[in-house]
């Protein structure tokens, strides 16, 4: 685009004069007065003002100091053109910002150097500066993002100890309220299929639409609703900020890395969820069949107490027939009977023995019976 | 006699811009030099030696661009007396000056 240049000077001819050497390689305003001058600059705002320093009225030094204070015209270059012998007026026009001088009568190489080398540089601290505005624009995406990667490497570090899939989803809320998002989420792990979040439960409108979303796979898209899957763990971001493109593609990327983060700690809690299962499985078979063969011994032991009472019984039957036919002494049939009666003590007391036996173990039957049944109601639904 | 102003100057300007938009400065400068020096007049008898001193400076500033280096130096020394206050003489130096102008204005006809 061509450059513009504002010539403000009262002397016609001189006005005339810079514009015949000028208007051919730029655009060229003129203003007759300090006055018209600043009423041109806010007019055209030109790229460079070329001022006469000494103008009736208002005068080129007080034109720049005016220019020089609104921070809308401070950075427009002034050169002044000024046929001024006088090194305290240059001086003070330098204090007060003018970027060059211009002596008259003009040399037109003079001239058309200054001003094309005064251009260039105001060119390219143009473009240093939205390249400086740029790069702070950067830093601030670069923090913003940081600040979300922050977010995430928290939400790795506290939701790796979840245990339960109910535990995951609710640090998934807490992260995705972080980022000011609407979120549902459905975890898959072999046959269990489990709904959370903003009313998303099992047959909901949402479960059904993430269930859909999850064959398809990837990353899908409908206007505000996004649908992120993964191989245990899908999610449906309800309000995606698709009016800011660069906030949405950020959020795209990083809410991707949060849910692939998600999927291994849910492939963790499922693989944990089953293992548990094998094992109490393999608990409850041990104790069912412990409880069986200790039944079978009780049934043998009291078979057993049964077998010796009657056995001790028939003795002491055979013993007292047998006592009254030999013809002893009283006293040879009680030294007899008192050896028998000791020999039945003895049976008692192993009888005795076998009771406490039993008893033992229908404690440890009892103690089975009570952990089949706490298992039966321990196993875990997720 | 020597011309006032500097020839090659008042070419290589020509050149430089044209003839069409020199006639056109040119016709400026003379306009804007007898209005300058009728303002100068007018100072003188009020004594305002800042607007005088003004009025020279214009008139060293348009000359300048002819190379009239003669009209510029007389203006140029008016410039300073009349900064400095100084209004001694400056009758005589505004009538000289006036001839000097005239005389420019004459020369330079012959470029048209």
Redesign the interface.
């Known amino acids: 685009m061509t450059a513009s240049i504002l010539i403000v000077d009262d002397m016609t001819d001189s006005r005339l004069l810079l514009d015949a050497l000028l208007s051919d390689t730029y655009r060229i305003h003129l203003a007759v007065s300090g006055q018209e001058g600043l009423d041109k600059v806010k007019q055209h705002t030109p790229d460079l003002i070329l001022l006469d320093l000494i103008m009736p009225g208002m005068d080129g030094l007080e034109v720049c100091e005016i220019l020089k204070h609104d921070p809308d015209t401070q950075d427009i270059p002034i050169v002044f053109i000024t046929g001024s012998t006088d090194d305290n007026e240059k001086l003070k026009a330098y204090e007060l910002g003018a970027d060059d001088f211009i002596h008259k009568p003009v040399n037109a190489e003079e001239l058309t150097t200054k001003v094309s080398k005064i251009l260039a540089s105001q060119t390219s601290l143009k473009e240093a500066r939205e390249m400086s505005q740029m790069a702070q624009q950067t830093a601030l995406i670069a923090m913003t993002n940081s600040s979300e990667l922050g977010m995430i490497l928290k939400f790795m570090e506290s939701a790796n100890e979840a245990t339960s899939f109910e535990a995951l989803a609710k640090h998934l809320e807490e992260i995705t309220q972080n980022f000011g998002v609407i979120c549902c989420f459905q975890f898959n792990y072999e046959d269990t299929c489990l709904n959370f979040g903003n009313g998303c439960v099992e047959d909901s409108l949402e479960a059904r639409m993430i269930t859909e979303a999850r064959k398809a796979g990837g990353i899908i898209g409908h206007g505000k609703r996004m649908f992120f899957n993964q191989h245990y763990v899908s999610m449906l971001v309800k309000n995606m900020p698709v009016e800011d493109e660069d906030k949405c593609g950020r959020y795209k990327d990083n809410l991707s890395m949060l849910l692939s983060a998600a999927n291994g700690i849910a492939k963790t809690i499922g693989i944990g969820q089953s293992v548990a299962r094998q094992r109490k499985q393999l608990i409850k078979d041990t104790l069912d069949s412990t409880f069986d063969r200790t039944q079978h011994i009780m049934s043998l032991i009291r078979h057993l107490e049964s077998s010796t009472v009657n056995v001790v019984q028939d003795a002491r039957l055979s013993f007292e027939e047998a006592l009254y036919s030999l013809g002893l002494t009283e006293e040879q049939e009680n030294n007899l009977i008192g050896i028998f009666n000791s020999a039945m003590d003895k049976m008692d007391t192993v009888k005795e023995t076998a009771v406490e036996v039993e008893d033992t173990m229908t404690m440890v039957v009892k103690v089975f019976e009570k952990l089949l049944n706490e298992d039966e109601t321990s196993t875990p639904k997720d | 006699m020597s011309k006032l102003h500097n020839p090659s100057?008042v070419d290589?300007?020509k050149q430089?811009?044209?003839e069409d938009?020199f006639s056109?400065?040119?016709s400026?400068?003379r306009?804007?030099l007898e209005g300058i020096l009728s303002e100068l007049k007018t100072a003188y008898t009020s004594s305002d030696h800042e607007?005088m001193r003004?009025a020279v400076?214009?008139i060293?500033?348009?000359v300048?661009?002819?190379?009239a280096d003669p009209v510029s130096q007389k203006a140029?020394e008016m410039e300073l007396k009349y900064k400095a206050q100084d209004l001694s003489g400056a009758a005589s130096e505004i009538e000289e000056m006036e001839d000097l102008v005239q005389a420019l204005l004459t020369e330079l006809e012959a470029y048209l």
């Open positions: 100057v290589n300007l430089l811009i044209g938009k056109v400065i040119l400026s400068s306009a804007s607007t003004r400076h214009s060293k500033s348009s300048g661009n002819y190379g140029e």
